[in-house]
């Protein structure tokens, strides 16, 4: 009986098996000059006037590898400028992006928005109300601030997502 509970336990997960249940959609873009895509999700901001998206990528093996997060967002149909988010004001547009390593659960990389670009923005250009999906466009360049220990000196000291696009579900009443 020990062993059937121990080859049980033991069984090989299915690729992707470990990826969560909470997308709603996907994003794109070229992430300094490469094609980028992830996996999408929104949530609402602390404030409730505000919402996130959030861009996860994954292995092959189903761990989380990278999350772009673009947040403050406003449910309105204009250009908005990301700001440095220093933590104290929850009223700002920003970014910020981060590499996991290991299972997923160990920060490696972490970057923050680049002030010196004039093109950190993101804009979102339909809803669908029958579909509850907007869809939108972003831009983002990000520098490097803190380093992962796996493979010191490799990270760029810049990331720049740009031509990025997202179709994503999100509450309704965010945009009545």
């Keep these: 009986m020990l062993l059937l509970v121990c ?7 299915e690729p992707g098996s470990l990826i969560p249940d909470i997308y709603t959609g996907i994003g794109n873009a070229e992430k300094n000059g490469d094609s980028w895509s992830a996996l ?10 505000r919402f996130s998206i959030v861009l996860d990528t994954y292995s092959e093996e189903g ?15 204009e250009k908005q400028k990301f ?7 929850s009223s700002i547009t920003s970014s910020s992006y ?3 390593l290991d299972d997923g659960d160990v920060l490696g990389d ?17 809803y669908s109300s029958q579909n ?15 380093e992962g220990n796996q493979t010191p000196g490799k990270a760029p000291e810049k990331l720049v997502f740009s031509e990025g696009t997202f179709t994503v579900k999100v509450d309704p009443e965010w945009f009545e």
Excluded: A, H, M
């Design 7 to 13: 080859l049980s336990s033991c069984k090989e997960e």
């Design 83 to 89: 700001e440095l988010f220093d933590g104290s004001n």
């Design 132 to 146: 509850t999906e907007i869809q939108g466009i972003f831009s983002v360049s990000l520098v490097l601030e803190r």
């Design 110 to 126: 972490y970057y923050i928005l680049d002030t010196t670009s004039i093109f950190n923005f993101v804009r979102i250009t339909d």
């Design 40 to 49: 999408c999700r929104t949530q609402l901001s602390v404030d409730s006037t």
């Design 63 to 77: 761990y989380w590898r990278e999350s772009l997060g673009i947040g403050g967002i406003l449910p309105i149909f």
């Design 98 to 100: 981060g590499t996991l």
